[in-house]
């Protein structure tokens, strides 16, 4: 039962989602008046982007035996998963949402483009770093900036944030996915790309 609780909570924190949810806590707390339906084609490319099209990748990937399962387990098997989402990221970044039209959106793809890239290179040196701490400690804690921004209380998210890194960490480390030290680093890694991005845009 246990581990059947911890698993959902790797699942339905995937990694692949983390950037669309962000967008749609940025979405649901701006007093910008974006056009509605302008939102809904945003939020649908970051779906198409970061969600089908690493997971057609990946496919392809297991297809030729670069990887083996969906869990990445070894550090060899993340460096190209890792390179492609960077690409996947600096187009969103820098293409679909860029300074000019969102700049809170922009710099979540941008810290989430410099983690990956961190993420690949550690994986290069034999680190294995877990991406579901970078990404899941990324994506909250930009939820947080957000609040700043807008001079809202982030007390509520920051616990939430606190919560949901520590059952993630719980899911992964019962789960034998990860040791302590590469969930830290991961949890590293993904905030402080958006924390040193935190001067640019608040």
Not at 6 to 21: A, E, G, R
Not at 46 to 69: A, D, E, G, Q, R
Request: hydrophobic share 55%; net charge positive; glycine share 6%.
């Amino acid at each position: 039962m246990l581990t059947t609780f911890l698993k959902s909570i790797s699942y339905f924190l995937h990694p692949l989602l983390m950037p669309w949810m962000g967008a749609v806590y940025y979405f649901s707390l701006t007093p910008v008046p974006y056009p509605p339906l302008k939102v809904s084609l945003w939020l649908l490319s970051i779906i198409f982007w970061s969600v089908l099209v690493p997971l057609i990748l990946y496919f392809i990937l297991k297809k030729i035996n670069i990887v083996h399962t969906i869990d990445l387990k070894t550090s060899k098997e993340r460096i190209w998963p890792l390179l492609l989402n960077s690409i996947i990221l600096g187009y969103l970044s820098f293409g679909v949402l860029p300074e000019s039209i969102c700049i809170e959106l922009h710099f979540l793809f941008l810290g989430a483009l410099i983690t990956a890239i961190t993420g690949m290179i550690l994986a290069i040196l034999k680190f294995k770093t877990s991406i579901h701490m970078m990404s899941t400690g990324g994506a909250f804690f930009f939820m947080i900036l957000v609040n700043l921004h807008y001079g809202y209380s982030f007390s509520g998210t920051f616990a939430l944030f606190i919560i949901v890194m520590g059952a993630m960490a719980s899911s992964r480390l019962h789960l034998n996915a990860h040791t302590m030290k590469e969930l830290v680093a991961g949890l590293v890694v993904g905030v402080m790309p958006q924390l040193l991005l935190l001067s640019n845009w608040l």
